[in-house]
């Protein structure tokens, strides 16, 4: 059972100016270092020694001790012992841990803990994870840089330094911070709520008319919450609802900006088990009377029948007559406006008026998708296509897998003779 923490004496820091020191650090009991150890050898020393970058890739480079372009000499060894002098915070013996790529180059030093209360430090090498400037190596209180614990940052130092004696003398920047009694920190109630429905989701998949049914509804949002959720969406002018597109030119912004303000709510409701629906459970879902699965031009519209067009041309000397797929133009622009006519499986919309956030789902719309690419082009018959039977689910992305499927057969065609078209040669 942990410690209950004493919240009332908890203080704020913000980082102050850090302070420059020297340290000597010293290593010993040289090791295999991590070139060597992944199999690098003297081949690929020389062949960076020789190559001549251009001058506007490196004239930016910071002035180095260390040539950032080549190896070092004692690039074949690391110190299997680090000797650290010079300042009461850090002083000591590290040793080089056995942990292998868990750390940034396997490289990590470790200063046990003493007796009379002094705590474990580590050396490692803190990466710049955007890869705009150089990799620093720091002593921490903690062996990952993730936690931002570290006390000091050694500057233009890497392992094979501290075996040479001129490279012992090290500068160092010590991390300082400094209390900050005026900042506060305010949690106010959530004042979002996810509105609850008396029938169940896949009841209303039935009942509905025109417009899909509603998934979740999210009411109590702010002015500001609606004008950031809003602000990729065109001006609806005086229209209270306002669709917001999540597929389109804006969908991923807008994607983005529910991800931040309304899913972690709605994450939360779902884990509660107050979706209309259940998670992860197949939902069965009833035939459609107008079209079959698969064969609707609304939900998934039909590609352009394809034409194959003769190019003549030379290969190896030798007159060969090849053939080149394309399609009409007309036909492909139509297609293209229909696809952006899709009806989508979610849509978004906020009402201005009430602070409301709604999301419909239209299962259907993923049923025909997918049963089309069982259907279409096999000369099946719509009869076939009224067998097929769809099924949807609700998921959370991490938890996706891959549903249970029953047996089916495709046929293809092991039972007609092959067709021979003069002169087409197959890649």
Partial sequence: ????????????????????STLEVVGSDPCDSMRVQV??????AKELKSHKPMNKFTKDFPESRNHPLHYHSKWKTWPGTIEVSGNDLVNGTYKKMSCQHTVVLSAL?????????????YIYIRPDVMRTAMDVAVISVTPSYRDGMEICELMDWIPE????????STEARFLRWKEASELRLEVPKPAMVVEGSAATFHERIGSRTSEPPVLSEMSGLSNEAMKSILQHCP???????????????MGSRNAKRMSILAAPLLLKHAAEGKLPLDLLRWYRLEH???????????????????????????????????????FDAIESNEFYHKLLQRPPAFEASADKTEGKLIIRMNPSVAGHQAAAHLVRGRGLGD??????????????????????????????????ETTTVEGMELP
């Fill in 109 to 121: 030093w470790k200063r046990e803990a003493s007796a009379d209360g002094e705590h474990a430090l």
């Fill in 235 to 249: 001006d609806s002018g005086d229209d209270s609802v306002v669709p917001i597109d999540l597929v389109g030119k």
């Fill in 1 to 20: 059972k942990g410690k209950r923490m004493d919240v009332s004496s908890a203080k704020w820091e913000i980082r102050d100016k850090a302070k420059k």
């Fill in 383 to 416: 009869d076939y296509a009224a067998t097929v039977s769809v099924d949807y689910c609700l998921s959370e992305l991490s938890r996706m897998g891959e549903p249970t499927t029953m047996e089916f057969h495709v046929p293809n065609s092991d039972a007609y």
């Fill in 288 to 326: 459609p009377k107008a079209c079959s699965f698969g064969l609707c031009e609304t939900n998934f519209p039909s590609r352009p029948v394809e034409k194959w067009r003769e190019v003549e041309g030379s290969s190896r000397g030798k007159k060969v007559t090849k053939y080149e797929r394309e």
């Fill in 161 to 168: 330094n501290a075996l040479v004696e001129k490279t012992h």
């Fill in 39 to 44: 199999g690098l050898n003297d081949t690929a």
